[in-house]
């Protein structure tokens, strides 16, 4: 078994930004399986991470996580039906068990590793001078491999449980993506993530309104429509996306979901001024307060009048 989590730190000190190292840890020998700096604990970040454990170390009986959105849904009536994640869905298919934590302490080893790793690996990049993901991730494997030798445990039995992977690398590009169904329209177009996609007609398009289409988002930032199988072609006419897709799936950590639309919004000219209905007509106030006047004066004004 193997137990994973991501930790939010600042890893690079004040060289660089916030981000969040995702860490495989085995459960029975205390061997750091699996390391990778991304932005953000997130669905497709952890599609990255799982592909590159899965070419080292082939498939494993079941990973040990916590309830985050990634590996659980949290709402009873949430829609789809199987209340399943998309990282759960991946894992079925590639035979892999999914187990969530009920607590921090359930899953120590990770918890005590990544205290560990907030100490010893912050110093060595400090001293390494590395300063961005890019870098980190390179640093990593020897690091892993130092860390291993010095903290890991032999275990009580040598066997290896890891299956081979046995999946082609088309296949598992399939698996290790988001997949949602799509209702398509009488005009052969559909919404999806803020952006309305038009199917390009032909014999096999005309066929499919008031039909359910497949849709594919890699990783890589691919995106495909697919009808049993076959890949549509496709116009988007309308975009209107403000956060990336790997932003909004679940991610409770949210630094680079807020940096991305600090940028945008920097970027973005500024607004005209919205003018009020009495500055458009050119109502220039002055100074005086409109109504009844108050105290002193109001007084004697009611006493004048009445003399």
Known sequence: MIQIDGSDHRWFEDRGGPCTLLVFIDDATSTL??????KSESTFSYFEALESYLHTHGRPVAFYSDKHSVFRVAKEDAKGGARITQFGR????????ILCADSSQAKGRVERANRTLQDRLVKELRL???SDMEAGNAYLQGFKERYNAKFSKASAKPDNLHRALNVEPDRLA??????????????????YDRKRIMLEESEITRGLVGKYVDTYAFVDGRFEVRWKGHSLPYKIFDMDQRVTHAAITGNNRLSAVLEHIKEMQDAAPPKPKVRTNSEKMGYKPNGRRPGRPSGSRAKKRIVHAAE
């Open 174 to 191: 399939d698996v290790l993506c988001w997949r949602e169904n799509r209702y398509v329209g009488k005009q052969l177009t559909f919404s």
């Open 33 to 38: 399986m699996e390391l990778r700096f991304v």
């Open 90 to 97: 991946a894992l079925s298919e590639l035979n892999i068990e």
């Open 128 to 130: 390494a001078g590395i």
